[in-house]
């Protein structure tokens, strides 16, 4: 087995994708924004403005707004992604910078005056990949009657590395290692200066995003004065935000990122000024080379390159504390939420190391090898998980690949991707002093489409029998944004018919929830509020045909099992740390 293919599996987010074809109709709308004015075009009942430039920066420095322009700006293509390398024979590379755009869509008519609910959609991609370029926000505008945006943000070493050489301090604060945080940020300060111009209105947005960009939407809750005004509701999707994340000093102990990243690349230099020149003179291509070496190295790592956060004893101005201390603090942002995820979110993870090694994981060693891996090696407990879990054992059909696919989908502690930490993450919410939060309604959720298509959109052919459709991580995504797949080229085939009512009433709930804060929509299922521990059966169930509370805590054995065997270490682990 190899450790690098099993890093892969674990330390990257699928770049999830979206956006239409590129059809232009003689209908070109413009709108003035406060750099000039921008011609989009009509495009599948929505007016589509991409590639908007919001930004620049120089490399690890924070992002200043993008200077004005006087001619009429094309707004018809999206901008370039961030860089990246292309990952599991399926996404795709960038190497380019100057790559902080931002899209908007509106539907086609817009009354003078009106104001629309806005959507800022944030995507994923586990800080290391993903882009703007991949969604088609059409549907959510043209169906949900919304103001939907979105935007690039830098990723990677780029945007998610701390380094002393890095660290930026000025009349705001002090600034390290989440510079594509900065980014999303100034992206929604934009909004507030320009949606208004698209009929949108800035007093009601709602801050959403999948995965990565989930885990964006939690430190932006837990940074309350850095974000006040920006957005009055979020939508989390597949992250747990109790998830600990490195602070910016544990991100620099030796043997971590920011360590090997500067030996790799600029060994020679001893000052600040010398390490950042240096490291500012390497080629995009180098530094991504280095960032993949790295991730190679160092399997075990599973968050090499994401958000840092402060402490009690350090200043971090993005990020000033974890989302739990926040809690603990009685500071998190209080707005109402949409959370939860998918049902069987880690069957795709599977899916990866079936293809990586082989196509094989159907004997015990390697259900073993990654038993250890997401349960940080703790035999006993992983003893434990075999008695209540007897499928990982049974090697017929790919039975012990899914059921390992389910144990990790339930639960596990090295990776924020799992149920039981989604509904941990509400509790603790609900829970917390006393009910403060009670007036910010949480709305839980679990998308459970068992066509859900998985092979040759969430994964690469040749697909693993056993992840060919399903309610996998980021297969929910295709139901908001049209023919997902993974590829800018956005030409997945269209949903079933039954699975495209379903992403119909999707959407329905979500704009319903955009423009009011409460999802709940004549004709549609009721959703209850979620009440915290006591109330696990509040959770709404996306099927087709049968949109449905039920019991999410029973049916993942939350509190029957996990909460007895498994345990919240940290999600990482130091370098050479036992057992491994």
Known sequence: MKLQKIAAILTATLLLAGCGGSGDSASRPTVTTQNGQVVGVERNGANEYRGIPYATAERWALPVPAAAWSAPLDATNFGPACPQTARFNLTEASADENCLSINVSTPTHVAPGEKLPVFVWIHGGAFIGGASNLYRLDKLAREGRMVVVSMNYRIGALGFMPNPAFQVTNSAGSFNGNFGLEDQRLAMRWVQQNIGAFGGDKNNVTVAGESAGAGSVCTHLSAPTQVAGLFQKAVIQSFGCMTDLRTVTQSQEPGLASVFMQNELCPAESTSAAVLACMRSK???QILA???KYTDSHPFDTMPFWPVTGSSTEANTTVPTSFKAAL???????VPMIYGGTQSELDLYVGYYWQANNYSVTTQPGIDALLSIFYMGDESRINAIKTRYPGLSNFDNFT?????GTAVSDYNPAAGINNCTYLQTSNAIKNNHGGRYAANPIYQFE??????PVCGVGIAEPCPPFVMTG?????ELNYFFPNLSNTAAINAPNLKPKSQI?????????????????PNKAGLADWPVYNGSTGSN???????GAIATFDADAEHQCSSFWSNTAYDPPMYRLPNAPPF
């Open 283 to 285: 080629s995009v291509a």
């Open 400 to 404: 012990a690949a899914k059921t390992l």
């Open 328 to 334: 603990t603090n009685n500071t998190l942002v209080t």
């Open 447 to 452: 998308f459970a489409d068992p066509d859900a």
């Open 502 to 518: 379903l992403a119909d009433q999707m959407v329905a709930y979500w704009a319903q929830f955009a423009a009011t804060g409460n």
């Open 471 to 475: 309610p996998v991580h980021s297969s």
């Open 538 to 544: 509040n959770v709404l169930r996306f099927m087709p």
């Open 290 to 292: 280095a960032q993949e």
